[in-house]
């Protein structure tokens, strides 16, 4: 361009026009929280969410979380976070289904009239306790601090009550890098003590539903040691390996659960309640690996587990997520594989006069494999400034289990589903501020 | 019980809020913060024993860079852009940060004789530099000519009218204008030394103690090999250059400057022309009114002796 002015002068001008430009943005800056309070909260960042839990036929949970937490800015942080958990619904009692009606007395309790119950079960049916209800709050401290440049502390204590149950817990956990912090290890070691108040007194295990004798209070501890190996592969892929071994120890029976005693010819003679092994030991290998691309990434994660009740399992997750292109939405997907073997005294139900030392028909500790198929999609929100504040997320999940078919039915109980597949359906919403 | 593991909130910033953050050690006390935002790939270097201030850094920084990319962003529906866009031929009234970029594009055209105008946009409609040889006809061009002209506008702060078929684009400045902002935003949260990097457009507030910042320029034809290394103190450094961005026919490299007077690429414009100045936004500037001059860049740089380097 031919210059109109003199030579110097566009450059002043263009000198004066950013400074204009660029001192009003500044002045727009100062529209972010200046007061002692907001600034204070603007630190802090909310996430609450809602999730509803319904297994086909049985049992519903609501379950909303909020928690909180502060990012310093020397690596430090603390959270805290408030669990509630309102179940209710049917729950199976450990019994097998019938050829015939088969009636049971609640604990009586479980529920919130306080009064007996006592429910009857069509035969064929797999009989659950309709009246199964429980509350259950948790609250939840976390806090990290760097302790020197390569070393990071976290500590966590955890506490949670139900009627008949309180819970507590803490953890500790030291990481270390290295190799210009391309390497993480870290070492982490927990504690837990619960205290059972089943409904009703604890049942005397392996003896007579009928007779209903009840003994006091239970309790079970335990501890457990986590060993993390955390390595950036390269710029956009992260592995990590972790061992972990926990023992628990004391009262491990599930107080509510019954096994049914039959006969050769199939016919329930009565039921018992159930008795696990004062201690349990679990030692578990978990290999992850993620991969993160301008606008997805994807992880994939396995677990192996072993314990000292005979159960093995396995899970492999699969997930990946997508960005806009805007990075204000995103998709993920997720696909998690579970398989476990039986626990070695699970027994679907006993025959008469058993004289064993550990029994249990609980479907949790069956031969069963599971599938469940996740979609999660969030949308970015902003505050008036346009800036990202928020995040409002949905996430859906579709569970289905399938149990192995274990011993045939003999005689009567021959044709019925003793081994009764679960479908579940989670859907999450979930909001971050 | 639940033991979380460390490792991984160590190495991806928690929280990030668009897009992945991702915070590493390059040398001792050197911290890189990296995300991609305006098409571009981002990064904040930091000089800092403290990766803590690092990630904070890095946070503040990515967050600036997606908000001004998301309110004027071209590809999506929900930016001021597109609003302003969906509102032509009405009167509207913008809010303070679009009417404070207006009135520098105003200035800036006036400043340039309307060869920097964010109204020429349109010419993408006709001209798409993919490295092909798919130049545009004449007839194409001179139709989408009476589109252009800021001038057109009906523009008095903060009250705008855009005229219909009419186009706004502020990708002239807008990743300067990102950084400078950004900048803003840093200085006020932290004073160790960083160095802000939008795809090549740059600003720093101090160097570390002994080393000044070393900023490869790329040689526009060969990615990733700077063709020089510049030091870097304090300021900007901004780049207008079409190392990417070119069609090729009858041996004719037409670069993607175009002059909105004639609709065509300017000719015998520098492959890249790199500028330093106080702000980005200025650099910025300079820069591309420098390519605006074809082969007079390089006087019209010395005519206004800022500090520049032409990759010819």
Redesign the interface.
Known sequence: ????RE??G??H???A??????S???G??EEAPNTGIERALSDW?LESALAYYHEDGRVQAIEPVVSVSK???????IGLNLTFDALSGASPNGASPSRTPQTFASPSGKSFTGGKHSYAIAPGDLPEDPHYSDLRAALGA?W?L?LE?LL?A?F?A?FSYEDDFYSG?V?A?L?R?FN???T?V?F???Y?ADSLHPIGGTPVPLTNYALFEKTGDQSKD?T?L?L???Q?MS??W?S?V?L?V?RFTGYLNDPYKIISVIDAAGDVRGYVYENRPDSRTRRSVYLDNRV?W??S?AGVSLRYMTDDWGIHSETVQLHLQW?T????KYVQPTLRWYRQSAADFYTPWLYTAPDLSSASSDSRLAALQALTYGLKYGI?L?DK????SSEFNVRIEYYQQTQENGLPGPGALRGLDLYPDLKAILVQIGF?Y | ????????????A??S????L?V??R?RDLYAASF?AMASPCEVLVHT?????A??LGNVIA??A??V???Y?R??DDSVLAWIHSNRGDRISVD??TA??L??AG??YK???G?FDVTSGVLRRAWQFDGSDRVPDKATIESLLPLIGFDKLRWQSPELLLPLDMELDFGGIGKE?AV??AY??AV?H?SDPFLINFGGDLRTNRSPPDTPWQVGIERPDTEREAALVLALERGALATSGDSRRFLLKDSIRYSHILDPHSGWPVPNAPRSVTVAA??C??AG??AT?AM??GAQARRFME????QHWILE
Not at chain 1, 17 to 22: D, G, K, M, Q, V
Not at chain 2, 5 to 12: D, K, S
Request: with cysteine; hydrophobic share 30%; charged share 30%.
């Open positions: 361009m031919q210059l109109k030579e110097g566009v450059r001008r263009l000198i026009a950013s400074c204009a430009l660029l009003a943005s500044a727009r800056a960042s990012a310093y800015g020397d690596g430090a942080s976390d990290t760097p440049r990071t976290n966590g955890k817990s953890n956990l990481a890098d210009e912090k391309n993480t870290s982490g070691a927990s837990e335990g457990g986590l993390s190996l955390t950036v710029r956009n992260l990590e972790n972990s926990d993160a301008e606008r990434s960005w292109a805007e990075r204000d970015k902003r400034l346009g800036r990202e971050r | 019980m639940s033991i979380r593991c460390g490792g991984v909130a160590h190495t991806t928690r929280n809020p668009a897009g992945p991702v590493e050690e040398t991609s024993s403290n990766r803590g201030h990630l904070e967050r600036e997606w908000r990319e998301q309110k962003s590809y999506r303070s940060e404070s970029l009135d520098f200035h800036c400043l340039s004789d060869r204008y400078d902002r803003d935003l006020a932290r106080s702000s936004t200025e500037l300079l009114l605006l001059q005519a206004h002796q800022v």
